[in-house]
């Protein structure tokens, strides 16, 4: 897709057509959802390390 491009004014002598483009982006970070996510992260940790899933029963019955 070709962009238009004024013609250039006639005090341009060696009629070459410029073009001026300027391009921002602006990043923000909300830290309260970064905290938010960082408690939920480390509260499963806990639980993944902490929390006994009932796996011992099988070998708990087992064992005279």
Do not use: C, F
């Not at 602006?26 to 009932?54: E, M, P, T």
């Amino acid at each position: 897709m070709a962009s238009e491009m004024a013609d250039p004014v006639p005090e341009n002598i060696s009629g070459k057509k410029s073009v001026s483009y300027e391009h921002r982006i602006h990043h923000r970070v909300n830290w309260g959802y970064l905290v938010i996510g960082a408690a939920v992260i480390l509260v499963i940790g806990y639980v993944w390390a902490n929390v006994d899933l009932g796996e011992d029963d099988e070998q708990q019955a087992v064992t005279p």
